[in-house]
């Protein structure tokens, strides 16, 4: 390196001062490699020890250690020909248990990004991607929903594939694998790179951003680009056309301005841009991603990276639409430096994700752009436990090496998770759960008694009996506990007075009963005599209790049985079986009802019958489409269109949800369309631009190729 530079002599020792400053940052930057603090884990590899990814170079270790539980696979050896990288050809499966979860480690308040994927290459031989069963599993981010997988009529070796961007709450995170019971959980891989703390500034403890789509426009050979060209490794698929699209590229580089490194593109990316002929005036950016990701529901957030790299002086200004709504207008690129484009954050609402960057009257050249990324929300919501209870209750189960099926993850967290034989408070809904009851009756316990269990503050019930625990009862110091049972294990040695006072006072309830402790002691905690009375109690109370109950759910079936059939009855009678396979749902007449209010909405009336609004249990609207009952005897197309119907799926064709079957009632089940339709929707424009009009044509080719 070559620095010239003229100063003068009473600025010398100045400029001396800055250049040993800089080489000394310049030494310490290349002292820390881009890759430091990436985990990348190859799930289910065995049989080897760490190597090196043959593309990035990364390191990809075993992932024992990281999991509890789950069995190590391999693809079948009919595929191993076609894995593109050495992940694919291993997976972990879990068939047991209903969470299953990798913890690693993390920074608390630091942002990372998370890459899963998923390659499931008839590993067990049963081709469940492509026996027209469902298969999907969900995947959670700690505490909270992350992204559902769904494999379903997959390819076996197309690599399936999550990424977020999240902050750590705790200095590890846990990555969850969710039986849905629609086939078995699994997974390839587990990436995790750090982010610098400036970046993607609108992730933070409560907001995380899944990834839809990465995109890098220009002549580019390579299909992806990720570590090393870019430091944070993420992953840029390339975007290939054809006229009219132009391809744009430079030699110069393209800078980011200091204090404007929220997204740190990797300058190579920003020397290639995508632009139209001359004579267009407009381009739309769309995401397609797999048609069993679901996109309309969700709340989405793009990111445009532009840089003007012509190298004349061009006079380029455009607007950007978002489903009609303007984002930016009269946007011009900088020339020669990134200008990155967001609502600061704003999630936007556009059920097919397509976006318009249209020229303004003063510009004299057609919109550009360099790169594009489209994320889509995922709300961090849930409390996880608080963090002194999770780390006793991993530290009572290293103690007595315990390896329950479903004591992974989060104590508490979500509710429907939670640990068997925990009990958590969620009274404090702006308060991590803390865990109030633990039983561990029975459950083989063996050793002394776990210290752990003294420091649980909020503790108030422990159930330890019948297990084999062994020496002196430790001095607790629990004020929260009110039960404490130690009975039948193998406890010596003298109670602790802390213990024997709160009992004493009537603070606490102990048990003791079964133990050697108790051969010379006649207290009450000592005897069963409690015990029986509550048990005699409990039957005196139990037993006439349950016979008025049963008497009272006799006569409620009598009266059902004998006071004739509501409406909804009637119609219940006249559902029909069907040979159908598909993957929608199939509704009865008495849930149409309830959807369509009792059908008090019509939206639209036709040959076919009458159309009307409706929405689902989730809140979903829909549009019900029921034909008219002097035509059902004569429908004999109706099978036959839905299942023709279920399999097409378009972006520009309404999804059929679901269908009813009934001799009296025959309907299909649409997404409702709150902007109307295409005739209302052509009469409201007063002028239609040549490009869209081309692209809408050429849209409806599509559709028809898909029909």
Partial sequence: MVINFICWPSTKLAWILALLLNLVMMIQVHGQPPSSGFISIDCGLRNRSSYNDSSTGLRFNPDSGFVEGGMRKQISQ???????????????????GSRNCYTLPSTMGKKYLWRATFTYGNYDGLNKTLDGSLFLFGLHLGVNFWDMVNLTNFNPMAAGWSEVLTVAPSNSMSVCLVNFGSGIPFISSLELRPLEDTMYPFVNT?????LI??????????????????????????????????????????????????????SVIMQNALTLDM?????????????????????????F???????????????IYSAGELLFSDFSPSRFQVDSMHQNGRFLRNPNATFLLNNTGSSTLPPLINAYEL??????????????????????????????????GDPCSPREYSWEGLTCDYSESNQNPRIVSINLSASGLKGELAVSLMNMVSLEYMDLSHNNLTGAIPDYQLKSLKILNLSNNQLVGPIPDSIL?????????????????????????????????????????????????????????????????????????????????????????????????????????GGFGIVYHGKLENGDEVAVKVLMETSI????????????????????????????????????????????????????????????LLMFISNIVDLLGCI
């Fill in 78 to 96: 009919e595929f191993m020909a076609d894995a593109e990288n050495e992940q694919q050809k291993t997976l972990r499966s879990f068939p047991d």
């Fill in 206 to 210: 409560s907001v995380s951003i899944n």
């Fill in 213 to 266: 789509d990465r995109v890098r426009y220009g002549n580019i050979t390579d299909l992806i680009t990720r570590y090393p060209t870019d430091n944070y490794d993420r992953i840029w698929y390339n975007h290939t056309t054809d006229y009219p699209w132009m391809n744009l590229n430079t030699t110069n580089k393209v800078e980011t301005l200091p204090g404007n490194n929220f997204f740190n593109i990797p």
């Fill in 279 to 303: 004579n267009y005036s407009g381009m739309i950016i769309s995401s397609t991603p797999h048609p069993n990701v679901d996109t309309k529901s969700r709340q989405i957030l793009p990111i």
């Fill in 305 to 319: 990276h532009f840089a003007e790299i012509n190298g004349s002086n061009p006079n380029r200004r455009f607007d």
């Fill in 375 to 408: 994320y889509f929300l995922v709300r961090m919501d849930n409390l996880t436990t608080d963090s002194k209870d999770v780390n006793y209750m991993k530290e009572v189960k290293n103690h007595y090496n315990l390896t329950r099926v479903n004591w992974n």
């Fill in 501 to 605: 006072r709160r009992f004493q006072a009537g603070l606490l309830e102990l048990r003791l009963e079964g133990n050697p402790i108790c051969s010379k002691v006649k207290d009450t905690y000592c005897s069963n005599k409690k015990k029986n009375a509550i048990q005699t109690m409990v039957i005196v109370v139990t037993v006439p209790v349950v016979l008025v109950s049963l008497l009272v759910l006799m006569c409620i079936i009598w009266n059902l049985c004998w006071k004739g059939k509501s409406d909804h009855e009637d119609y219940a009678m006249y559902e029909q079986e069907t040979s159908l396979h598909v993957d929608i749902r199939r509704f009865t007449y008495v849930e149409l009802k309830l959807i369509t209010n009792d059908f008090q909405s019509i939206i639209g009336k």
């Fill in 633 to 692: 005897e004569d429908s004999t197309d109706f099978l036959p269109e839905v299942q023709t119907l279920s399999k097409v799926h378009h972006k520009n064709l309404v999804t059929l949800k679901g269908y009813c079957q009934n001799k009296k009632c025959l309907a299909l089940i649409y997404d409702f369309m709150s902007r109307g339709n295409l005739q209302q929707l052509i009469r409201g424009c007063l002028f239609i631009n040549l490009y869209l």
